[in-house]
């Protein structure tokens, strides 16, 4: 009989965390997952995670799936020791066919690697107790779709099993994040204003953030010109950055193919205008769709207080680049489709970059490069 043999001694966690309102709806869809976790893209593990998978007592059978299941990186550190390989069929070796994990069965939640034990949730702790789902899952979004009430945040107890860390976050941060999570995300849930529109006023909160911390957030000026419409300049910008991602990102490389294909060829305001039509006729709710994804996805990446950026504002940047880069796919991608499955399908596709790999950074270098960068090119962009 298997058995847990060494395994690592994490400590439970249990305290209130602010989590969104649909997190207490989440469970696993199992078998009737269209897009399971364990297919098609690179996990990694850290090390004592790793050993302590290579230290359990199990038949031949098992051991063997368990060392072709985790490979170490050519280049690995304590945080980032291993990946999670794929069979033949893009499968981790160690899925059923039932649609579960053969660890998991046999060991019970303990053991897995805690990348596959909270998946899609995403516990943070260091600058607030919070914890959400990711975008890249298909059942989150649709818990975000199922009404078009907003995201609204509560208090719930959970606990957690894993190693605890001094984040050294001052006090003084810690307030700064709580107040400026808090009115970046009533700015973008108020639809009495475009989403673009809200998108921008993010920009201005965070440009007066830069030169004043302390500043009454409730002074800040947040008057948005009216811009104008430039097609081909923002879908050379954004066919430019699909050009990178094709080369770089394997999970959405053919999506972005098809994408540049169909801007590129023909007419690209007469393409682009017969996308829209479709879209906004197939998906009369999609701007409460993005902003939901938008909110989620912002709250589960801890904005604006992430690590890739040297100031606020290049967290707006990034945030421009997230919305326009996923209505560009779903404009083209959606040119021929009209169900809710085909739409999350692609969205979750394109948050398994969005939220697990460095895409914050790679979008913001990208749209540097096409220069864009000041407020009134974003407005430009994001009208496209």
Excluded at 9 to 15: A, G, L, P
Excluded at 224 to 253: G, T
Aim: charged share 25%; hydrophobic share 35%; proline share 4%.
């Amino acid at each position: 009989m298997a058995r847990l043999n060494g395994l690592e001694k994490s400590e439970s966690i249990k305290n209130i965390f602010i989590v969104p309102n649909y997190y207490k709806q989440f469970s696993c869809k199992g078998t009737d997952c269209r897009n399971t976790c364990c297919s098609g893209w690179k996990v990694t593990i850290p090390m004592n995670q790793y050993f302590s998978l290579h230290g359990l007592e199990c038949n031949k059978s098992l051991r063997d799936k368990i060392d072709r299941a985790f490979r170490p990186l050519q280049t690995p550190t304590k945080e980032r020791y291993a990946e999670i390989t794929h069979n033949q069929n893009g499968d981790c070796p160690l899925l059923l066919k039932s649609g579960y994990c053969e660890l998991h069965s046999k060991f019970g939640e303990e053991v897995l690697p805690s990348v596959c034990r909270y998946y899609p949730r995403g516990p943070k702790m260091d600058y607030a107790l919070e914890s959400s789902c990711t975008n890249s899952c298909e059942k989150t979004l649709e818990l975000l779709f199922e009404n078009d009430d907003p995201i609204t945040f509560e208090k719930r107890e959970l606990s957690f099993k894993m190693p605890l860390k001094s984040n050294g976050v001052s006090s003084e941060d810690k307030i700064l994040y709580h107040s400026v999570r808090i009115y970046c995300f009533r700015i973008l849930a108020d639809r009495t204003h475009s989403l673009i529109e809200r998108i921008l006023k993010i920009g201005k909160v965070l440009s007066a953030l830069d030169i004043d911390k302390s500043i009454d957030l409730n002074s800040i000026d947040l008057s948005i010109p009216r811009y104008h419409q430039d097609i081909l300049k923002s879908y050379r910008a954004l066919n430019s950055a699909s050009d990178w991602f094709v080369e770089n990102s394997p999970n959405i490389s053919e999506i972005c193919k098809d994408s540049i294909l169909y801007f590129s060829l023909g007419d690209l305001e007469e393409n682009y205008k017969s996308a829209v039509q479709h879209f906004n006729g197939a998906f009369p709710n999609h701007e409460v769709y993005f902003e939901k994804m938008l909110i989620n996805s912002l709250f589960f990446r801890q904005f604006p207080f992430q690590d890739f950026s040297a100031n606020f504002y290049e967290e707006f940047i990034s945030l421009c680049g997230m919305y326009s880069f996923t209505r560009y796919l779903s404009l083209a991608t959606m040119r021929d489709k009209s169900s809710i499955e085909e739409f999350i399908d692609l969205m979750t596709k394109a948050y398994r970059v969005i939220s697990h790999t460095r895409f914050e950074r790679t979008i913001l270098v990208l749209l540097k490069a096409e220069g864009i960068y000041e407020l009134d090119e974003f407005g430009i962009l994001l009208q496209a």
